[in-house]
């Protein structure tokens, strides 16, 4: 069965810097376009970033644009996210997830269906 595994939070001091990281199983990875999601307590999920099946084209939230990158290993059937100049209101629950349907990406928050455990990041001021 599908499985997404998410890894790399904790917590840091605002401008620092986490990479997070998502290992799959179960399908084939590398057909499927890929998405980080995060969640802060009371607030709506919101994503953050997607990337193409053959990692050619990404997408971002306006809010993470030139802090955040998320890219993709297909040989190690990986998911990335590095975050730099971390702020407080980053702070969040980060999810990876996969979509219903193989192929390309339709948006930030379009046809996801599949979610990891989470991870989580806390930034401080």
């Known amino acids: 069965q599908v499985q997404l595994v998410e890894s790399g939070g904790g917590s840091v001091q605002a401008g620092g810097s986490l990479r997070l990281s998502c290992a799959t199983s179960?399908?084939?990875?590398?057909?499927?376009?890929m998405g980080w999601f995060r969640q802060a307590p009371g607030k709506e999920r919101e994503g953050v970033a997607t990337?193409?099946?053959?990692?050619?084209?990404?997408d971002y939230a306006d809010s993470v644009k030139g802090r955040f990158t998320i890219s993709r290993d297909n040989a190690k059937n990986t998911l990335y996210l590095e975050m730099n100049s971390l702020k407080p209101e980053d702070t969040a629950m980060y999810y990876c997830?996969?979509?219903?349907?193989?192929?390309?990406?339709?948006?930030?928050?379009?046809?996801?269906?599949?979610w990891g455990q989470g991870t989580q990041v806390t930034v401080s001021s």
């Open positions: 997830a996969r979509p219903q349907r193989p192929g390309r990406c339709y948006g930030l928050d379009a046809g996801f269906g599949y």
């Open positions: 179960g399908y084939q990875y590398s057909f499927y376009c």
């Open positions: 990337i193409s099946p053959g990692g050619g084209s990404t």
